[in-house]
């Protein structure tokens, strides 16, 4: 127990870093008004989204056993299958 007694000023100071930081970013964040927040959603959802950024809908996946099969013969260059000998 003791070896870990090197642990604790990174702890304290941790700790310390984080509640310096949600005291002072505390008031960082004010009020904004409920109506202009309503009107600036209402401008968002209503531009058009960049031609790179149209989200399409998901290709249909195969449904996958989880086992994989091999096919038992190979065709050939000529459409023929060959078997094994």
């Known amino acids: 127990m003791e070896i870990l007694l090197w642990l604790v000023p990174s702890v304290v100071l941790t700790g310390a870093a984080m509640l310096w930081v949600s005291w002072v970013s505390r008031d ?34 195969d449904r996958s056993t989880g086992i994989a099969v091999r096919p038992s013969h190979a065709p050939g260059a000529d459409g023929t299958t060959r078997r094994a000998s």
């Open 28 to 61: 960082g964040r004010g009020e904004v008004d409920r109506d202009v927040a309503v009107e600036r959603l209402g401008k968002a959802l209503a531009r058009d989204l960049p031609a790179g950024a149209r989200r399409t809908a998901a290709p249909a996946r």
